[in-house]
């Protein structure tokens, strides 16, 4: 099992930037696959990008060109830079593995003037 822990969120302005990390207890070069999911109120959990231990990259129309997934296995962390960032990407951000299907307990991310 691996736990992860997301940190990173906050409030910006409308075209502004952040960078949010996710942290694994463990290990995650044995991860294929790890992604960021997103919450809005009232809304379901979408898929916002994954990754995989190759590197191959996955995006949400709604976020492509704006937003970049990373990870650094060495530091067992994986990243989502969201750069010129909309109201409606306004919500809680969440981290995935596809090992143990584990899931982090999320950090908002809140854009508004």
């Known amino acids: 099992q691996v736990q992860l822990v997301e940190s990173g969120g906050g409030l910006v302005q409308p075209g502004g930037s952040l960078r949010l990390s996710c942290a694994a207890s463990g290990s995650i070069v044995s991860i294929y696959t790890m992604g960021w999911y997103r919450q809005a109120p009232a809304k379901q959990r979408e898929l916002v990008a994954t990754i995989t231990n190759g590197g191959r990259t996955y995006y949400a129309e709604s976020v492509k060109g704006r937003f970049t997934i990373s990870r650094d296995n060495a530091k067992n962390t994986m990243y989502l830079q969201m750069n010129s960032l909309k109201p409606e990407d306004t919500a809680v951000y969440y981290c995935?593995?596809?090992?143990?299907?584990?899931w982090g307990q999320g950090t908002q991310v809140t854009v508004s003037s």
């Open positions: 995935w593995e596809d090992m143990f299907r584990s």
